[in-house]
């Protein structure tokens, strides 16, 4: 099993930034993907970025592409979004996912393990 715990959710004014957070534990050696995922009330989960283990690898959804950047620290197994020119939009309970298939994926279905979620709120 894979243990992930979100943090650093908050509420932002447009244009602002927040750093989430998502620590891994367990059999962190079953990763071979992190990934984040958001979902507003009303509508579908809807990918944001993901990043391979390594962290040679990573992709984002065009709505985040140049003002979200995904990182990873393997020494604190940690995976990391900073997301910057927040728009109200970006409203949404954010979640980490982990995944032990090779290569980076687009779907939450392919993720096995998820956290619990952070709410990120950003006011006009």
């Known amino acids: 099993q894979v243990q992930l715990v979100e943090s650093g959710g908050g509420l932002v004014q447009a244009g602002g930034s927040l750093k989430l957070s998502c620590a891994a534990s367990g059999r962190i050696f079953s990763i071979y993907a992190m990934a984040w995922f958001r979902q507003a009330p009303g509508k579908e989960r809807e990918f944001v970025s993901t990043i391979s283990w390594s962290g040679g690898s990573t992709n984002y959804a065009d709505s985040v592409k140049g003002r979200f950047t995904i990182s990873k620290d393997s020494a604190k197994n940690t995976v990391y979004l900073q997301m910057n020119n927040l728009k109200p939009e970006d409203t949404a309970v954010y979640s980490c996912?982990?995944?032990?298939?090779?290569?980076?994926?687009?779907?939450?279905?392919?993720?096995?393990?998820w956290g619990q979620g952070t709410q990120v709120t950003v006011s006009s």
């Open positions: 996912a982990a995944s032990g298939l090779a290569g980076i994926s687009r779907y939450w279905y392919e993720y096995a393990y």
